[in-house]
């Protein structure tokens, strides 16, 4: 109990830690419980906004170009982050299409850069 203690009554490191992480997850705890009752106040309910049917069309093609230009495990796009998956390997977002990878593909990659340059996206 002693070594808890610091000088002039103040707490130690290891205490000053301990009370400051407690805070910031209580903060934090009370900040989410926050939202879902003020969910009614946000944008749209807090719900996504609708995608536009051509925007989705336009997301499908470029998911099918990178495809037909060697990207055999890109995915169609999710429209919105996923949430909680753990088979999501990474995600990748252009101009608003959001694409969640279960497979590991890299965005960095000249093959990727390739691809993507040939769907109209990048520079190559």
């Known amino acids: 109990m002693l070594a808890a203690c610091g ?4 707490p130690s490191g290891t ?4 009370a400051t992480a407690f805070r910031n997850k209580t903060r ?3 900040f989410s419980q926050c939202m879902n009752a003020c969910k009614q ?6 719900e996504p906004p609708a995608t536009p049917p051509a925007d989705r069309a336009a997301a499908l093609a470029f998911a099918r170009c990178m495809r037909a230009h060697g990207l055999s495990g890109f ?12 088979s999501v390997f990474s995600v990748f977002v252009v ?8 497979t590991q593909i890299d965005p960095k990659s000249p093959a990727f850069r390739q691809a993507a ?3 109209g996206v990048s520079k190559a």
Do not use: I, K, R, W
């Open 7 to 10: 000088s002039a009554g103040q």
């Open 95 to 102: 101009h608003g299409m959001v694409f969640a990878f279960a």
């Open 117 to 119: 340059h040939a769907c």
């Open 28 to 30: 934090d705890v009370e």
């Open 75 to 86: 995915p169609d796009p999710a429209m919105t982050p996923p949430t909680g998956s753990a």
């Open 15 to 18: 205490a000053t830690s301990a």
């Open 41 to 46: 106040y946000l944008p749209n309910g807090g």
